[in-house]
């Protein structure tokens, strides 16, 4: 938008361009930068009927040029502008671009379209993303239940072999103690019968004893006789 005075903007005027960008390519004109879209357009839009209903157009400023007057006049930069001569014609070519509201549309179409595009490629790089976790998830899921079915397996084959040594212990313990009754009752059994034995020795050496010393009175008796 280009603004054209005798002296610098009102207070009024000013804050209205607070959020613009100010240039000065000559002592009598300044050119404020809007954005470069639907919005920036609106803006520069509405503020150049603002100027129209102060009766500060480029009209008035074209009649009155080199009035005394003393103050602002603005209007949106056109076709006109930009290619006039000058110091204001030549920033306008150097550092703005030329377009139609047709040109906007255009490029908030292919800004859209653009972004449209980018959307589904994030999208479909998403989903890649997705289908490689749910892949890496499933991979990872089966082998979590291959390691649960292998422990249950290994689990339940411990504790058979830990039933099966309980057993065997049990059996083992139980043999031990039946063969140790066992060599016990026979051990008594054996002491009882070398005690008969014993007993049955000693008779017989008493009878002995008494045999023989019959025997011998026998032989005195024999003796003795004329």
Same mark, same amino acid.
């Given at each position: 938008m280009v603004f054209a005075m005798q002296q610098s903007l009102g207070k009024r005027w000013c804050k209205l361009l607070a959020s613009c960008t100010l240039t000065w390519p000559e002592t009598?004109?300044?050119?404020?930068?809007?954005?470069?879209?639907?919005?920036?357009?609106?803006?520069?839009t509405e503020l150049e009927k603002e100027f129209e209903r102060e009766g500060c157009s480029k009209k008035?400023?074209?009649?009155?040029?080199?009035?005394?007057?003393?103050?602002?006049?603005?209007?949106?930069?056109?076709?006109?502008?930009?290619?006039?001569?000058?110091?204001?014609?030549?920033?306008?070519s150097k550092e703005g671009k030329l377009r139609t509201v047709?040109?906007?549309?255009?490029?908030?179409?292919?800004?859209?379209?653009?972004?449209?595009e980018e959307l589904s490629s994030m999208i479909a790089m998403t989903n890649e993303d997705l289908n490689k976790v749910q892949y890496s998830y499933n991979e990872?899921?089966? +082998?979590?239940?291959?390691?649960?079915?292998q422990?249950?397996? $290994?689990?339940?084959?411990?504790? %058979?072999?830990? !039933? @099966?040594?309980?057993?065997?212990?049990?059996?083992?313990?139980?043999?031990i103690l039946?063969?140790?009754?066992? +060599?016990?009752?026979?051990?008594?059994?054996?002491?009882?019968? $070398?005690?008969?034995?014993?007993? %049955?020795?000693? !008779? @017989?050496?008493?009878l002995t004893e008494l045999e023989r010393q019959k025997l011998d009175e026998e032989k005195k008796k024999v003796i003795i006789s004329p």
């Open positions: 009598v004109a300044v050119v404020a930068e809007f954005n470069s879209d639907w919005s920036g357009f609106a803006s520069a008035e400023w074209v009649e009155k040029r080199g009035d005394s007057e003393s103050k602002a006049y603005g209007w949106c930069a056109r076709a006109e502008d930009y290619n006039s001569e000058g110091p204001i014609g030549e920033y306008l047709s040109d906007i549309s255009q490029e908030k179409a292919e800004d859209r379209n653009s972004v449209l990872t899921a089966m +082998l979590l239940k291959r390691v649960k079915d422990k249950k397996n $290994l689990d339940e084959a411990y504790a %058979e072999e830990t !039933k @099966k040594m309980h057993q065997m212990s049990i059996r083992s313990i139980q043999k039946e063969d140790k009754e066992r +060599l016990s009752n026979e051990l008594e059994a054996k002491m009882l019968r $070398l005690k008969n034995w014993s007993k %049955e020795l000693e !008779k @017989k050496e008493t």
